[in-house]
């Protein structure tokens, strides 16, 4: 997958949208040779990989986060949410509530899928009226998350202020996908494609599929929909 994305980097600008923290994203984009601007935090920041800083953030409300995060607690769930660059996985870590998003899951990782996807669907309850509760799943639909945001803050807002800082056209901006949390940017790209590991619902959404993860989905995503004939 390296050389693929690095061949297509070297063509147009490539970029990471994820739902992890900060730190993740940028180190992935630097492994991968990637210097333009990064989405992560489900769309509420974008991020410059090679200087580690901050482009532009949706701060959720403090005591909005505050709220969902002990509320997480008090729900017996796991979480991570972004406190400025760093991430915290305890009410009590949190310095400056300056909070871009909170993911909570169950804590035990072997739950059946259902269980987690009921669990995940009640926790997303604790969304005050400005903030978004969008769920995803993992790369191999193992783990749910419910990942709060701003209000009107997801994937599709921050592909949008990808695509304008760089100078992509939307229409010309392949999305590949897999969860959830990526149905809002593909009703943003011009090509959204749903990887093979994909929900229906997800699928439905995309345009294109092509294989899931362990298929080299990404790989072929790439060699079809970017590179040169």
Do not use: C
């Not at 998003?101 to 005050?128: F, N, S």
């Amino acid at each position: 997958m390296v050389d693929a994305v690095r061949r297509a980097s070297a063509i147009v600008p490539v970029a990471i949208a994820s739902g992890r923290e900060p730190t993740d994203v940028a180190r992935y984009a630097r492994e991968l040779g990637l210097t333009t601007p990064q989405i992560s935090d489900n769309g509420a920041r974008l991020l410059d990989p090679s200087a580690n800083s901050t482009i532009e953030a949706h701060v959720i409300a403090p005591e909005d986060a505050r709220q969902i995060a002990t509320g997480l607690e008090d729900l017996s769930m796991a979480f991570f949410a972004v406190d400025g660059w760093d991430a915290v996985r305890k009410v009590s870590e949190v310095t400056d509530w300056d909070i871009t998003v909170i993911a909570g899951y169950t804590k035990d990782r072997d739950a059946p899928t259902e269980t987690q996807a009921e669990a995940v669907r009640g926790a997303a309850a604790l969304a005050p009226e400005q903030v978004t509760a969008i769920l995803s799943q993992d790369a191999g639909g193992r783990r749910w998350y419910v990942n709060f945001t701003r209000r009107g803050i997801d994937k599709g807002t921050g592909l949008r202020s990808w695509a304008e800082r760089v100078g992509a056209p939307l229409e010309g901006v392949v999305f590949v996908g897999d969860s959830f949390n990526d149905i809002e940017a593909f009703a943003v790209a011009g090509l959204p494609v749903a990887m093979g590991s994909a929900p229906d619902e997800v699928r439905a959404a995309a345009r294109e599929s092509v294989g899931d993860v362990y298929a080299d989905g990404v790989v072929e995503a790439i060699e079809r929909f970017v590179l040169p004939g």
